[in-house]
C-alpha cells in the first residue's frame, strides 16, 4: 500500500498510509516559516525599525530617536497613522478576508474533490507575497502591505485544506499523535530558518535582514512539494459538473445542516472560539507586550527577545507531544481543560512581569502550552466529526471560528490599551476568553447525538 502513487490512492486505502501521513506532516515544516519568522520574530521587528528610520528622516531627525510617547506615523493613501495600527488594521483584514472566502471555496473544493489543488493556490500565494517582501519600502507602504495581507491570506487559506486531509489520512484514533507530530516539526523546522535569518543578521550584516523573507518563501515552496507528490487529490473520485461555484454554495449548504444537528461538536466549535481567541491573540500580540513593557536594554535588546521567541519554539514542540501522551490517558476534553487553565495562570503572571528574565520565565510557560494546545484544538475536532467526505467544508466552520476569533482578540487587545493606556490590562482581557472557554469545555458531551438520519449525514 505505501508504494501508490497519489492518483492510485482511493478513500478506502488511504487512511493510515504512513507515506501520505509523512508527507501531510511535511507541510508544518513547510509553511510553518512563515509563522515565526514573517508573523512573529523577524519581520514585525523589521517592520517597526525600518518605519521608525524613514519617519525620523521625514521628520528632519535622521539618525535621531523617538520623545517618549511619540508615535511612529506612516502615510497610508494620505492618510497619517500609527505604523502599529496600520499593521494590526491590514492583518485584521486579511483574517476577515480568510473567513469570507474559505467556506465558499471549502465546498468548491468538497464539491469537485481538488482540495489538494486549492491548497497549492494558496501556498504559492503565501510563499511568492513573502518573497516580494524583499522589496519592502516605507515610501510605498501600500504595496508592502499588500504584501502581508495576502502572505496571510495565503498562510491561513492553506491550513483549511491542510487540516481537512487529517480525517481522511488516519483513523480516529492517531488524529492527536499525528497533528502533535506535524506541529513539533513545524517547530523544529521553523527554528532552522529563524537561527540561518539570525546568524545573515548578526554574523554578516543587518542590512540583509530582508533577505529572511526570500528565504522563507523558499522554504515553503520547496518542502511543500513533499506534501503535494504524496497527498491524493479527489480520493472520493467526484466528478464535478458544471456550475460548480452554484453546488459549493449547496455542499457548504448541506454541510452546515448536518453541523446544525450535532451536540458535541458545536458545543467544542463554541468552547474552541473562546480559548482559541486567547491563544492567537498572545502569539500575535507577544513581541508587541514584550517591546513595550520589558527593558531589553543590556540584555541583548531584539536579539534577547528572538531568544525569547525561539525558547517559545522549542517547548511548543515538547509540548504538542506532552499533551498527546496526557490525552491518550484520561481524554482530549480534560487535557485541553487543563491547558486553558493553565493559560489563565500565564496571563496573570505576564500582569505582573517587569525583566527580561522573568520574560524568559513566561516564555518557556507559553511554549510548553502552545503546541499542546494547538495540536489537541486540532485533532479534537477532526475526532468530533461526523462520518462525512465533506471534510474542507467542515474544516472551514472551524478556520472561520478561529479567524474571527483572531480579529475579536486583537481588538480586544487594542480597546483595552486605549482605555486605560496600560498595556497590561489587555493582557488581563485576553484572560477572560480562556475562562469563558475552560467553561465551555467543560459542557462539552462526551458522546456525540445527531438527529438526522445516516443517509442525510453520508451523502
Same mark, same amino acid.
Given at each position: 500500500?505505501?508504494?501508490?502513487?497519489?492518483?492510485?490512492?482511493?478513500?478506502?486505502?488511504?487512511?493510515?498510509?504512513?507515506?501520505?501521513?509523512?508527507?501531510?506532516?511535511?507541510?508544518?515544516?513547510?509553511?510553518? +516559516?512563515?509563522?515565526?519568522?514573517?508573523?512573529?520574530?523577524?519581520?514585525?521587528?523589521?517592520?517597526?525599525?525600518?518605519?521608525?528610520?524613514?519617519?525620523?528622516?521625514?521628520?528632519?531627525?535622521?539618525?535621531?530617536?523617538?520623545?517618549?510617547?511619540?508615535?511612529?506615523?506612516?502615510?497610508?493613501?494620505?492618510?497619517?497613522?500609527?505604523?502599529?495600527?496600520?499593521?494590526?488594521?491590514?492583518?485584521? &483584514?486579511?483574517?476577515?478576508?480568510?473567513?469570507?472566502?474559505?467556506?465558499?471555496?471549502?465546498?468548491?473544493?468538497?464539491?469537485?474533490?481538488?482540495?489538494?489543488?486549492?491548497? #497549492?493556490?494558496?501556498?504559492?500565494?503565501?510563499?511568492?507575497?513573502?518573497?516580494?517582501?524583499?522589496?519592502?519600502?516605507?515610501?510605498?507602504?501600500?504595496l508592502?502591505?499588500?504584501?502581508?495581507?495576502? &502572505?496571510?491570506?495565503?498562510?491561513?487559506?492553506?491550513?483549511v485544506?491542510y487540516n481537512a486531509?487529517?480525517?481522511?489520512?488516519?483513523?480516529?484514533?492517531?488524529?492527536?499523535?499525528?497533528?502533535?507530530? !506535524?506541529?513539533?516539526?513545524?517547530? @523544529?523546522?521553523?527554528?532552522?530558518l529563524l537561527?540561518?535569518?539570525?546568524?545573515?543578521?548578526?554574523?554578516?550584516?543587518?542590512?540583509?535582514?530582508?533577505?529572511?523573507?526570500?528565504?522563507?518563501?523558499?522554504?515553503?515552496?520547496? @518542502?511543500?512539494?513533499?506534501?503535494?507528490n504524496?497527498l491524493?487529490?479527489? +480520493?472520493?473520485?467526484?466528478?464535478?459538473?458544471?456550475?460548480?461555484?452554484?453546488?459549493?454554495?449547496?455542499?457548504?449548504?448541506?454541510?452546515?445542516?448536518?453541523?446544525?444537528?450535532?451536540?458535541?461538536?458545536?458545543?467544542?466549535?463554541?468552547?474552541?472560539?473562546?480559548?482559541?481567541?486567547?491563544? #492567537?491573540?498572545?502569539?500575535?500580540?507577544?513581541?508587541?507586550?514584550?517591546?513595550?513593557?520589558?527593558?531589553?536594554?543590556?540584555?541583548? !535588546?531584539?536579539?534577547?527577545?528572538?531568544? &525569547?521567541?525561539?525558547?517559545?519554539?522549542?517547548?511548543?514542540?515538547?509540548?504538542?507531544?506532552?499533551?498527546?501522551? +496526557?490525552?491518550?490517558?484520561?481524554?482530549?476534553?480534560?487535557?485541553?481543560?487543563?491547558?486553558?487553565?493553565?493559560?489563565?495562570?500565564?496571563?496573570?503572571?505576564?500582569?505582573?512581569?517587569?525583566?527580561?528574565?522573568?520574560?524568559?520565565?513566561?516564555?518557556?510557560?507559553?511554549?510548553?502550552?502552545?503546541?499542546?494546545?494547538?495540536?489537541?484544538?486540532?485533532?479534537?475536532?477532526a475526532?468530533?466529526?461526523?462520518?462525512? #467526505?465533506?471534510?474542507?467544508?467542515?474544516?472551514?466552520?472551524?478556520?472561520?471560528?478561529?479567524?474571527?476569533?483572531?480579529?475579536?482578540?486583537?481588538?480586544?487587545? !487594542?480597546?483595552?490599551?486605549?482605555?486605560?493606556?496600560?498595556l497590561?490590562?489587555?493582557?488581563?482581557?485576553?484572560?477572560?476568553f @480562556?475562562?469563558?472557554?475552560?467553561?465551555?469545555?467543560?459542557?462539552?458531551?462526551? #458522546?456525540?447525538?445527531?438527529?438526522?438520519?445516516?443517509?442525510?449525514?453520508?451523502?
Amino acid at each position: 500500500m505505501t508504494d501508490k502513487t497519489p492518483q492510485e490512492l482511493t478513500a478506502r486505502n488511504i487512511k493510515g498510509n504512513k507515506r501520505v501521513i509523512k508527507g501531510w506532516i511535511f507541510y508544518d515544516w513547510a509553511n510553518s +516559516v512563515y509563522n515565526l519568522v514573517i508573523s512573529s520574530a523577524i519581520f514585525p521587528i523589521f517592520y517597526a525599525n525600518i518605519t521608525e528610520k524613514f519617519y525620523l528622516e521625514q521628520t528632519g531627525r535622521a539618525g535621531g530617536k523617538l520623545l517618549d510617547g511619540e508615535p511612529v506615523l506612516v502615510n497610508f493613501f494620505g492618510w497619517e497613522v500609527s505604523n502599529s495600527v496600520i499593521f494590526s488594521y491590514t492583518l485584521s &483584514a486579511s483574517f476577515l478576508m480568510v473567513a469570507l472566502l474559505s467556506p465558499l471555496l471549502s465546498g468548491i473544493a468538497d464539491y469537485t474533490g481538488n482540495k489538494k489543488r486549492f491548497m #497549492q493556490f494558496f501556498c504559492y500565494l503565501g510563499a511568492l507575497s513573502c518573497i516580494s517582501l524583499y522589496w519592502f519600502n516605507p515610501a510605498h507602504i501600500e504595496l508592502g502591505l499588500l504584501s502581508i495581507f495576502l &502572505a496571510s491570506i495565503g498562510f491561513w487559506n492553506s491550513f483549511v485544506f491542510y487540516n481537512a486531509y487529517l480525517p481522511e489520512i488516519a483513523h480516529p484514533k492517531d488524529h492527536d499523535n499525528i497533528s502533535a507530530r !506535524g506541529f513539533a516539526m513545524g517547530y @523544529f523546522g521553523s527554528m532552522i530558518l529563524l537561527l540561518l535569518c539570525l546568524s545573515i543578521i548578526l554574523f554578516i550584516d543587518a542590512k540583509y535582514t530582508a533577505v529572511s523573507f526570500i528565504l522563507v518563501g523558499l522554504w515553503w515552496m520547496g @518542502f511543500a512539494q513533499i506534501t503535494f507528490n504524496r497527498l491524493p487529490n479527489n +480520493v472520493h473520485k467526484r466528478k464535478p459538473k458544471k456550475e460548480f461555484i452554484y453546488k459549493g454554495f449547496k455542499e457548504l449548504k448541506k454541510v452546515y445542516q448536518i453541523f446544525r444537528y450535532t451536540n458535541r461538536l458545536k458545543k467544542y466549535l463554541r468552547a474552541f472560539f473562546f480559548f482559541n481567541t486567547g491563544v #492567537q491573540t498572545v502569539m500575535l500580540m507577544a513581541v508587541v507586550f514584550a517591546k513595550k513593557e520589558i527593558n531589553w536594554e543590556g540584555n541583548g !535588546g531584539d536579539t534577547g527577545l528572538i531568544i &525569547a521567541i525561539l525558547l517559545i519554539q522549542l517547548l511548543g514542540a515538547g509540548g504538542a507531544y506532552l499533551m498527546s501522551f +496526557v490525552s491518550s490517558k484520561i481524554g482530549n476534553i480534560k487535557t485541553l481543560s487543563i491547558v486553558v487553565a493553565g493559560w489563565i495562570l500565564i496571563c496573570a503572571f505576564a500582569y505582573i512581569i517587569t525583566t527580561p528574565t522573568e520574560f524568559y520565565f513566561l516564555a518557556a510557560s507559553v511554549g510548553l502550552v502552545m503546541g499542546g494546545v494547538q495540536a489537541l484544538a486540532r485533532s479534537t475536532y477532526a475526532k468530533f466529526l461526523p462520518k462525512t #467526505q465533506d471534510t474542507a467544508s467542515f474544516f472551514s466552520f472551524y478556520d472561520v471560528t478561529e479567524k474571527i476569533g483572531i480579529v475579536l482578540g486583537t481588538f480586544f487587545f !487594542g480597546l483595552m490599551e486605549l482605555l486605560t493606556g496600560d498595556l497590561r490590562y489587555s493582557v488581563l482581557s485576553i484572560a477572560s476568553f @480562556f475562562v469563558f472557554g475552560l467553561i465551555l469545555l467543560l459542557l462539552v458531551p462526551k #458522546q456525540e447525538k445527531i438527529t438526522v438520519d445516516n443517509d442525510f449525514v453520508d451523502n
